[in-house]
């Protein structure tokens, strides 16, 4: 039934190891085992794609939404890497488990931490957890590869394509990220910004993929010593710097840090992360407008207030929709209805690149008969 049988049919990467053959004969998953942990334990799907995200006070039905959207559509397995609030994990794990069913990720949750001289001077930069980001490739030690996504995404195609640039990276390449700006003119960095920052208009961490391999090898140029110096020993002494001259946190050291290593970034363009920004005073993402958006970006809380019904309206079609392969393929629909509703707003008025996608996606996913059985 369902997403389960969807995902086990494209892919097979659970069947090497499963002991009971009856599952992938059938089709059917078996809810009472898939959610027993140790049987699930035995699954070594060939490659996993490891997805981190930072959750703090009100977010937790957004981050949920923004999970489902990444379950929804992919197909490789999914390794989420969820830090949060201690209040929040309870909840996290009650949703979580109650999805296990599916068998197509795995979580693991982690308190929120800092490095214990400075925890302090890190909590009180931005919000109070969004400095944890910059720490990831220092935590997750084991991990080679990581899609970072704020609460705020949804993903309206396989995390799996989003993946794939990784393998376009050159030798020097470490990150990708979007530009914080198309159009100079509204541009926040060239205008405000008194620190250094990437390229010609910046660049927004909302998504950004790191080669953390890279990231924990490299040393990076600075403007602080002739020394170059590794990712954990560069993080202190740029906040320390810059403290006072900025202003959105972590996303300004890090245009900082790549502004002193140019070479080392990705840059994707804006449909991979499309913000308001895009569309409220007049349509600047041209990739979007040719393709339609591939990763949502809600920031400025859209998805929460009537500033841009828009994006509002993507974010409740998926939150609202369940796992069921028949909820989903009718979203569509009803959303478009809704988005109808939305063109006296400039967003709006190009509503249909927030469904071109989407539909494509749905379409490939649930709508092809069965490549196997
Ligand atoms: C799930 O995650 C745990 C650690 O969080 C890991 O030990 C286990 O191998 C993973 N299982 C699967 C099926 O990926
Ligand atoms: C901070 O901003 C002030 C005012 O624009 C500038 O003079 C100063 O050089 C900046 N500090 C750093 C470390 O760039
Ligand atoms: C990340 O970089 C390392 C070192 O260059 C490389 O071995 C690894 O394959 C890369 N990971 C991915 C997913 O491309
Ligand atoms: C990798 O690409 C970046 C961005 O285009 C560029 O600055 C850098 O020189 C390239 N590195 C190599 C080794 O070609
Ligand atoms: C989502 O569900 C809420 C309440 O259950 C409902 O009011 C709303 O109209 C639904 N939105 C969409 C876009 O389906």
Same mark, same amino acid.
């Given at each position: ?7 086990? !049919? ?26 027993? =942990? ?7 799907? &060939? ?10 006070? +009100?977010?937790?039905?957004? *981050?949920?939404?923004?999970?489902? #959207? ?5 197909? @490789? ?17 009650? !949703? ?11 979580? *693991? ?17 931005? @919000?109070? $957890? ?11 030690? +084991? ?7 704020? *609460? ?31 159009? &100079? =003119? ?18 927004? #961490? ?78 600047? $993402? ?32 998926? =939150?609202? $929709? ?15 209805? +809704? ?25 490939? =996913? ?8």
């Amino acid at each position: 039934f369902s997403l389960a049988s969807t995902s086990l !049919r494209g892919t097979g990467f659970m069947s090497p190891v499963i002991n009971t053959g009856s599952m992938l004969g059938t089709g059917g998953l078996n809810r009472k085992r898939g959610r027993d =942990r140790g049987y699930s334990l035995k699954i070594e799907p &060939p490659e996993k794609m490891h997805l981190a995200v930072v959750a703090c006070g +009100e977010r937790l039905e957004e *981050t949920l939404t923004m999970l489902k #959207s990444a379950i929804i559509f992919s197909i @490789k397995p999914l390794q989420f890497h969820i830090f949060a609030e201690d209040q929040l994990h309870d909840s996290f794990k009650d !949703r979580l488990d109650s999805w296990s069913f599916l068998q197509t990720f795995n979580y *693991t949750l982690y308190p929120i931490t800092f490095p214990s001289e400075n925890a302090a001077e890190w909590k009180k930069l931005f @919000k109070p $957890c969004a400095s944890q980001r910059l720490f990831l490739p220092l935590i997750l030690k +084991e991990v080679d590869s990581l899609l970072y996504v704020d *609460t705020d995404i949804l993903f309206l195609r396989p995390v799996d394509d989003i993946w794939s640039l990784l393998k376009k990276f050159n030798s020097t390449q470490i990150a990708a990220m979007a530009p914080e700006h198309e159009e &100079p =003119r509204i541009g926040w960095y060239n205008r405000f910004a008194r620190h250094p920052y990437y390229g010609k208009t910046g660049v927004n #961490s909302g998504v950004m993929l790191m080669n953390m391999t890279r990231m924990r090898r490299k040393y990076f140029k600075n403007d602080m010593t002739t020394v170059h110096l590794k990712w954990g020993d560069i993080l202190m002494p740029l906040l320390k710097k810059y403290k006072l001259n900025i202003t959105w946190g972590d996303q300004d050291l890090l245009n900082i840090m790549f502004f002193h290593n140019p070479e080392s970034l990705f840059v994707f363009p804006c449909q991979w992360n499309y913000r308001p920004d895009h569309c409220i005073y007049g349509s600047n $993402c041209q990739e979007a407008e040719d393709e339609g958006i591939f990763i949502l970006h809600g920031n400025r809380g859209v998805y929460h207030d009537d500033k841009q019904p828009a994006f509002r309206a993507v974010y409740e079609a998926l =939150r609202n $929709c369940s796992f069921e392969d028949n909820n989903i393929r009718s979203l569509l629909k009803p959303l478009e209805l +809704e988005l109808q509703k939305t063109v006296h707003t400039y967003c709006g008025k190009i509503y249909k690149i927030f469904i071109k996608q989407l539909m494509k996606s749905i379409r490939d =996913r649930y709508d092809r008969p069965p490549k196997e059985r």
